[in-house]
Nanobody
Framework: QVQLVESGGGLVQPGGSLRLSCAAS????????MAWYRQAPGKQRELVAR???????NYSDSVKGRFTISTDNAKNTASLQMNDLKPEDTADYFC???????????WGQGTQVTVSS
């Protein structure tokens, strides 16, 4: 069983930065994929960024160049550094991990990010 707990959300002005963290109960090193998703009010959940066990990263076009996903194996955490935030980045952000056999997705409870002046 894997538990994921997000932190770091909050209110920030446009152009500002936030760093989200995801603390995992298991070893990050053993995960197939670590990812961040987001869901804005009235919209479907969408992939923001992901990193594979082979350190390959992917980003949605809307955040490319502004967000960076990273993992810290020693601390069993995954992070999402968000720079140059825009009002359209406002959403609940969820950490997710693909782990185990058969590979199963595990989800955190989410953390809210609001970008507003």
């Amino acid at each position: 069983q894997v538990q994921l707990v997000e932190s770091g959300g909050g209110l920030v002005q446009p152009g500002g930065s936030l760093r989200l963290s995801c603390a995992a109960s298991g070893s990050i090193f053993s995960f197939n994929i670590m990812a961040w998703y987001r869901q804005a009010p009235g919209k479907q959940r969408e992939l923001v960024a992901r990193v594979t066990s082979g350190r390959i990263t992917n980003y949605s076009d809307s955040v490319k160049g502004r967000f960076t996903i990273s993992t810290d194996n020693a601390k069993n955490t995954a992070s999402l550094q968000m720079n140059d935030l825009k009002p359209e980045d406002t959403a609940d952000y969820f950490c997710a991990a693909l782990w185990g056999l058969p590979p199963t997705w595990y989800w955190g409870q989410g953390t809210q990010v609001t970008v507003s002046s």
